[in-house]
């Protein structure tokens, strides 16, 4: 994204040497084993399921930050950032917006939920389409494989094809594969989004406000680890 490159680590030796090099670097560790061996200072959990799935907490780090609902600030992380109603505001004590409704979340309205694609059937994904194309409302967009039936997955309104997950990965029924934008361009698929970048900000806004009032500095290279 906007001129920046990952690299994808394989081992925890290569991420350290990566680092080392200055280059900015992807671990895929489900189980976040690899946060015990690399010590970081800071922890962010960004995997927005609106639960504590990673059972991240504050014993993972000396400062830990958390995007949305599933946590309490305080308790089971330092830091939560609100990722709906008041977007981008840092809770230093309780729970993000939608973990305070009475009725367990906010109800969503399914016409607002047209744009989003579901696997129809659990399986592996093959994409027929790539991020920044435009695709038509009923074009193919992707064929789930399972015990050799196949299931054709349609998009669900025309517009330009943002976001989507890579071929060959196995799936789960109901799981969200795909997001097509009614009125973006194809250029604004290459750039953060302005609510990615505000999410962001107030991200490195609450380590920046911990480290200020920390004096220690850390040695470790790994100062920063985030789980998304």
Known sequence: MERLTCHLAKTVKEAKQRVKKGELIMLCDPKGESIKELKPRVVVDALLRHENVAGTHRGMADHTVALGPGFCAGRDVDVVVETMRGQGRLIYEGY??????????????????????????AGKVKMLQNISMFIKKGEPLAVITSKGKK????????????????????????????????????EECFYISDKARCIGGSVLTAIMAWESQDSKKSKFPFNHFSID
């Not at 993000?96 to 579901?118: C, I, K, M, T, W």
């Not at 594969?177 to 194809?186: T, V």
């Open 151 to 186: 299931t054709e997955v349609a998009a669900t309104i025309d517009g330009v094809l943002r976001g989507a997950v890579h071929s060959g990965i196995m799936v789960k029924k109901g799981q969200k594969i795909a997001d097509i934008h009614p009125s973006m361009s194809q």
């Open 96 to 121: 993000s917006y939608r973990d305070q409704q009475s009725d367990g979340g906010l109800v969503g309205d399914p016409a607002n939920l047209e744009h989003l694609v579901f696997a129809p059937a």
